[in-house]
C-alpha cells in the first residue's frame, strides 16, 4: 500500500506565492508519473501539471509560466511552486502518484488535499 501526504498550501492574496508538496511511502516497484490536480467550487477536477520518471514536465494553459513542477525521486517527493497567484487558482490541490504495484500493473494514487485559497 502506498500513501501520498500533502503539506503547503494556505491563504494568500493575489500575486503571491505558495508551494505544495507531496511525499509518497509505502513499498512498490517504482513510481512512474506525478502530479497535481485540482477541483474549485462547483467545477471538474482538472490537472495542474505532470511530471514524468524521466523529469519531463507538462502544465494546464492557465498555469503555464507560473507554476512549476518538480520531483525529487530519491524521496519520492513532488512540488509545485506558484508564483503569480490568481484568484481563479483558489482550489483543492491534489497530488497524483502512478505507482507500480505489481511488475506489470499501475495505479494512481491521490493525496488528501490541500486548500489553496487566493485573495483578489
Known amino acids: 500500500q502506498v500513501q501520498l501526504v500533502q503539506s503547503g498550501g494556505g491563504l494568500v492574496q493575489a500575486g503571491g506565492s505558495l508551494r505544495l508538496s507531496c511525499a509518497a511511502s509505502g513499498s512498490s516497484f517504482g513510481i512512474n508519473a506525478m502530479g497535481w490536480y485540482r477541483q474549485a467550487p462547483g467545477k471538474q477536477r482538472e490537472l495542474v501539471a505532470g511530471?514524468?520518471?524521466?523529469?519531463?514536465?507538462n502544465y494546464a494553459d492557465s498555469v503555464k509560466g507560473r507554476f512549476t513542477i518538480s520531483r525529487d525521486n530519491a524521496k519520492n517527493t513532488v512540488l509545485l511552486q506558484m508564483n503569480s497567484l490568481k484568484a481563479e487558482d483558489t482550489a483543492v490541490y491534489y497530488c497524483?502518484?502512478?505507482?507500480?504495484?505489481?511488475?506489470?500493473?499501475?495505479?494512481?494514487?491521490w493525496g488528501q488535499g490541500t486548500q489553496v485559497t487566493v485573495s483578489s
Open positions: 511530471i514524468s520518471g524521466g523529469g519531463r514536465t
Open positions: 497524483t502518484a502512478d505507482v507500480a504495484v505489481t511488475i506489470t500493473s499501475v495505479t494512481k494514487y
